[in-house]
């Protein structure tokens, strides 16, 4: 890790990458696993959902300590998820309160149901922390004393240096974990973090950019494990009519411009793939086929439709982007951009202006730069949360016709097979007006010992994201 978080032990005010250094010790009642919209129990044994919709019932397990020995049981269930509800967390908008149906029993009352409703009840902030450390102790304490029912307990912290970790010997789950001691330790940058891989001082690391990461592994020594994916791509200002992005011709000249197998075989050093669709993950989710045909690299076609939209002189053309981007997959798309009529001149953003930037529509004939949420498991909430039109992501974005209402209808579906189609009809129908130009999807960089093995075959990915919670499956092998 490039830092040890400041906040990791209240979930309320944990943000990333404070979120890892929980997971080692702090449980939620339910799990994400490696199928998109399945969950597995943790905490809760089972769940129900009620014939209306109206509310899930969790039965919760039983026989289960917090770190200090006290009870993890329906009233500590309700206390956590009433705190949540109170703080008004986005993730659980849609809970409106909590009962206890009897010890290990709780009905989690809702306002409404779509298909990311355990989602919500999956993620980080709704781990369980000890109600008794925390009212003894208060927030300021609990803030970097993690006391859950995780399968390893925090021995020692020091902040911008290390996390320590030792297993939870009353652990639920019988035989886990298998490592007796985990220690997370803080390195400032990537040079230094493969300096201290190279050396031993280290079994992994969590992330690592795509050059140290390549050189690490190819030392033999050590694997990659890739975790949550994004997608580098364009936007622009298809509503104004001032705009030449309003212009079909013009968006499908950007996609065939851009010689997008050509960037990830030459700078992904083989951790990047290229992306012909709008929906991140459409076309990577295991057998689906979502019938578009991609508009590989044609530089000709693309020169013809820059004339035929109306400038047969080419276009200039301004590259927004946050300053963090900045670098070789840019510059290979200004150069291709350029062969083909439209000279682009980049404007790195620092992160913070970029931020605000990312929340107003793109100026008319300008370009945006930026990483959208990809990949199989966040293919619905990527397109609830970045495109349908009240999004505060992408406003320039002209959306299909009945485009909200088929977001509406797979959130409030039911069947997992039913959503991918229609969300195959989206992908088609944004494909077609090339809401977006994708370019290459990069997931994040984990590296592993080789000497190290995990019984769920993944070191540190949990549905689709870098998560402890699978270390306690983690063994060193001779």
Request: charged share 20%; aromatic share 10%.
């Given at each position: 890790?490039?830092?040890?978080?400041?906040?990791?032990?209240?979930?309320?005010?944990?943000?990333?990458?404070?979120?890892?250094?929980?997971?080692?010790?702090?449980?939620?009642?339910?799990?994400?696993?490696?199928?998109?919209?399945?969950?597995?129990?943790?905490?809760?044994?089972?769940?129900?959902?009620?014939?209306?919709?109206?509310?899930?019932?969790?039965?919760?397990?039983?026989?289960?300590?917090?770190?200090?020995?006290?009870?993890?049981?329906?009233?500590?269930?309700?206390?956590?998820?009433?705190?949540?509800?109170?703080?008004?967390?986005?993730?659980?908008a849609f809970v409106t309160s909590v009962d206890i149906i009897d010890p290990y029993t709780i009905?989690?009352?809702?306002?409404?149901?779509?298909?990311?409703?355990?989602?919500?009840?999956?993620?980080?902030?709704?781990?369980?922390?000890?109600?008794?450390?925390?009212?003894?102790?208060?927030?300021?304490?609990?803030?970097?004393?993690?006391?859950?029912?995780?399968?390893?307990?925090?021995?020692?912290?020091?902040?911008?240096?290390?996390?320590?970790?030792?297993?939870?010997?009353?652990?639920?789950?019988?035989?886990?974990?298998?490592?007796?001691?985990?220690?997370?330790?803080?390195?400032?940058?990537?040079?230094?973090?493969?300096?201290?891989?190279?050396?031993?001082?280290?079994?992994?690391?969590?992330?690592?950019?795509?050059?140290?990461?390549?050189?690490?592994?190819?030392?033999?020594?050590?694997?990659?494990?890739?975790?949550?994916?994004?997608?580098?791509?364009?936007?622009?200002?298809?509503?104004?009519?001032?705009?030449?992005?309003?212009?079909?011709?013009?968006?499908?000249?950007?996609?065939?411009?851009?010689d997008k197998q050509s960037i990830s075989d030459t700078l992904g050093k083989g951790f990047t793939?290229?992306?012909?669709?709008?929906?991140?993950?459409?076309?990577?989710?295991?057998?689906?086929?979502?019938?578009?045909?991609?508009?590989?690299?044609?530089?000709?076609?693309?020169?013809?439709?820059?004339?035929?939209?109306?400038?047969?002189?080419?276009?200039?053309?301004?590259?927004?982007?946050?300053?963090?981007?900045?670098?070789?997959?840019?510059?290979?798309?200004?150069?291709?951009l350029a062969k083909v009529g439209i000279t682009v001149e980049i404007n790195a953003i620092p992160?913070?202006?970029?931020?605000?930037?990312?929340?107003?529509?793109?100026?008319?004939?300008?370009?945006?730069?930026?990483?959208?949420?990809?990949?199989?498991?966040?293919?619905?909430?990527?397109?609830?949360?970045?495109?349908?039109?009240?999004?505060?992501?992408?406003?320039?974005?002209?959306?299909?016709?009945?485009?909200?209402?088929?977001?509406?209808?797979?959130?409030?579906?039911?069947?997992?097979?039913?959503?991918?189609?229609?969300?195959?009809?989206?992908?088609?129908?944004?494909?077609?007006?090339?809401?977006?130009?994708?370019?290459?999807?990069?997931?994040?960089?984990?590296?592993?010992?080789?000497?190290?093995?995990?019984?769920?075959?993944?070191?540190?990915?949990?549905?689709?994201?870098?998560?402890?919670?699978?270390?306690?499956?983690?063994?060193?092998?001779?």
């Amino acid at each position: 890790m490039q830092d040890t978080s400041t906040v990791f032990g209240y979930p309320l005010n944990t943000i990333p990458p404070g979120n890892i250094f929980a997971g080692f010790c702090l449980e939620a009642l339910i799990q994400s696993t490696n199928q998109p919209l399945v969950y597995a129990p943790c905490l809760a044994t089972s769940w129900e959902l009620a014939p209306d919709k109206s509310s899930y019932t969790f039965k919760l397990r039983k026989g289960v300590k917090f770190h200090d020995g006290t009870d993890f049981d329906a009233t500590a269930a309700k206390w956590n998820l009433d705190n949540i509800i109170k703080a008004k967390r986005v993730e659980v908008a849609f809970v409106t309160s909590v009962d206890i149906i009897d010890p290990y029993t709780i009905k989690v009352n809702l306002s409404n149901w779509d298909i990311l409703t355990l989602d919500g009840l999956s993620r980080n902030v709704t781990m369980m922390i000890s109600p008794t450390a925390f009212a003894k102790n208060g927030v300021d304490w609990a803030n970097t004393n993690p006391i859950g029912t995780g399968p390893f307990v925090m021995k020692e912290f020091a902040r911008s240096q290390y996390v320590k970790y030792v297993k939870n010997p009353n652990y639920w789950e019988p035989g886990v974990p298998y490592l007796d001691a985990v220690d997370a330790i803080a390195v400032a940058n990537y040079a230094t973090q493969e300096a201290v891989l190279k050396k031993g001082d280290a079994e992994g690391s969590v992330p690592m950019d795509l050059v140290a990461g390549k050189n690490v592994v190819d030392t033999g020594k050590f694997v990659a494990e890739l975790g949550a994916q994004g997608n580098f791509m364009l936007s622009y200002n298809s509503i104004d009519p001032t705009s030449a992005w309003s212009k079909l011709e013009m968006r499908q000249a950007l996609e065939y411009a851009i010689d997008k197998q050509s960037i990830s075989d030459t700078l992904g050093k083989g951790f990047t793939h290229p992306v012909w669709n709008t929906i991140g993950g459409i076309t990577e989710t295991p057998g689906n086929n979502p019938g578009t045909t991609p508009r590989k690299y044609d530089p000709a076609k693309a020169a013809q439709l820059i004339k035929d939209a109306g400038y047969p002189n080419g276009l200039k053309t301004t590259l927004e982007l946050n300053s963090r981007f900045s670098g070789d997959f840019v510059n290979a798309v200004q150069g291709q951009l350029a062969k083909v009529g439209i000279t682009v001149e980049i404007n790195a953003i620092p992160q913070a202006a970029y931020s605000e930037k990312q929340l107003q529509a793109v100026a008319p004939n300008v370009l945006r730069y930026g990483r959208n949420p990809g990949g199989p498991f966040d293919m619905i909430r990527s397109v609830k949360e970045q495109f349908v039109s009240t999004s505060i992501f992408n406003k320039g974005i002209k959306r299909p016709d009945g485009w909200d209402a088929m977001i509406d209808q797979a959130m409030h579906e039911t069947d997992s097979a039913k959503v991918i189609a229609i969300l195959n009809q989206m992908e088609q129908k944004a494909y077609a007006e090339v809401m977006i130009v994708q370019i290459v999807a990069q997931q994040d960089l984990n590296v592993w010992s080789t000497s190290l093995k995990n019984d769920t075959g993944s070191i540190f990915i949990r549905g689709g994201i870098s998560s402890p919670h699978n270390t306690k499956y983690t063994y060193f092998v001779k």
